[in-house]
């Protein structure tokens, strides 16, 4: 299967027809890696991309949606609070990262179309858990996994295609690659903090923001989708 070898800064050429490491499960997210989306505007359209010369960005895209705050703020400050490097921007991933084989524009009209034939729908998120094997810290999804699910395979085709190399999990990451012997101890402050957040703990899907990798570990803002425009109400 392809593996991803983003952090590395290769797009295209970082991709290597490889079997998973040893010990892999098919459960485990890939959706999210070293680079956190970025969020200057929190899931503005269009503009985002900042004239970022071509040769700073990568062939690696991928759609999500932004949590709006309080509840995403909540999340931003609670994955600082767990790994304080990261530059967050809470979201869930709609299409893992990929490649694309045409102008990223095109492909964007294709997600268009789709997301406004796509009704709005609501996401709560319930309990912390831990990913096996790699020891992601992340955050259940209870109403709107189910969404996800079908929103993904509707819009993971055609130039959007991809072999994905592990089973499509929805879920919101709060912690990653972090030192085994603490993951219990980050887990435990997680869920303590979580129990705490007297804010909401479910959010209205409305938008989805098409993004792209870059050489310094961030996400660009490409395109930004609002969800039903097409449906009669």
Known sequence: MLIWALRYGQGLLALSKQAPPEGWSERIPWVEHVCDMSSQNN????????????EDRLNVFALVIYIPDPLGQFLDDLRRELVPAYKPCAHVSV?????????????????R??????????IELTEISVFPVTDVI??????????LREMHTAMASKSLAFEEPF???PHVT???????ERVEELRDKARRLWR????????RATQAVFVQSTMSNCWIDLAEYSLGLAVVR
């Open 174 to 180: 709060l912690a990653q690659e972090i030192p085994h």
């Open 167 to 169: 089973a499509y999990y």
């Open 95 to 111: 299409l893992p990262p990929r490649p694309l084989a045409v102008d990223w524009r095109l492909a964007s009209v294709q997600l």
């Open 138 to 147: 992340y955050l259940e999804l209870g109403t709107g996994a189910e969404e």
């Open 113 to 122: 179309e789709l997301a406004e034939v796509w009704r709005p729908f609501d």
């Open 43 to 54: 899931g503005a359209s269009g503009g985002a991309s900042g004239g970022l010369p071509a």
């Open 196 to 203: 705490e957040y007297q804010g909401p703990r479910r959010f």
